[in-house]
């Protein structure tokens, strides 16, 4: 599986938006790019997934570049729930792999 | 919304006893997965299941570790002889597909502390 790269941690104030990015420049066609969470004392949580183009869910959207070495998560407005370690992962659909890499993530502290 | 359940949240045991770990997958997924994460470490792929066979499984899940579906909810991961480095928080997963659309739901994880 193709590696990413995310930045050990970042900060956020409540209520504001966040950006989350996650390098992944040898990404290859058949690559889709899963963004998952966890919070202290759980399991990893799905929070959204895409191959090409920009998504939206209920709980976040993720931008893609358009050559796709780097992704985006974007809360929208941050609660003092999204603190969690966010988790970047490429899963190549082809190749005959069903697991998931995950790496260390992004540690993500939301201020009051 | 249908979620993975898995059982006991804590387990604790000695040293070279068999450990049974329960997860009830969502009902009408097909793939199985075990993962586990050691305190402080990475969310490590150990295991997963479909058909009622294993499709793959990591160089952890050694011959000390099996796996069983043995009814149509329960998902269960058996070790044999546990070790000290066995602990670790051990988390099932379930998809209805392989594919890209398809995703792992996780549950929330049973602690194994092994003394």
């Known amino acids: 599986d193709a590696k990413t790269t995310q930045p050990n941690s970042m900060e956020s104030n409540e209520e504001e938006p966040v950006h989350l990015p996650c390098n992944h420049s040898?990404?290859?066609?058949?690559?889709?790019i899963h963004w998952y969470r966890q919070l202290p004392s759980q399991g990893p949580e799905y929070v959204i997934h895409?191959?090409?183009s920009n998504v939206n869910n209920r709980m976040a959207s993720l931008a893609i570049a358009e050559d796709r070495k780097s992704s985006t998560l974007i809360l929208h407005r941050a609660t003092l729930r999204d603190a969690a370690v966010y988790y970047c992962?490429?899963?190549?659909?082809?190749?005959?792999?069903?697991?998931?890499?995950f790496g260390t993530g992004t540690r993500l502290k939301v201020l009051a | 919304e249908p979620e993975v359940t898995q059982t006991p949240s804590h387990q604790v045991t000695q040293m070279g006893q068999e450990v049974i770990l329960r997860c009830v997958p969502i009902?009408?997924?097909?793939?199985f997965y075990w993962y586990r994460q050691i305190l402080g470490q990475k969310v490590e792929f150990l295991v997963s299941?479909?058909?009622?066979?294993?499709?793959?499984k990591s160089e952890i899940f050694d011959d000390q570790f099996s796996v069983e579906r043995p009814d149509g909810s329960n998902f269960t991961l058996k070790i044999r002889s546990t070790k000290l480095e066995d602990s670790a928080m051990y988390f099932c997963?379930?998809?209805f597909g392989q594919g890209s659309g398809n995703i792992q739901y996780f549950g929330a994880g049973t602690r194994l502390s092994v003394l």
């Open positions: 009902s009408n997924h097909l793939y």
């Open positions: 040898t990404i290859s066609g058949t690559d889709y």
């Open positions: 895409g191959l090409t």
């Open positions: 992962i490429l899963r190549d659909v082809n190749s005959g792999t069903y697991k998931y890499i």
């Open positions: 299941f479909y058909n009622n066979e294993i499709s793959e």
């Open positions: 997963a379930s998809s």
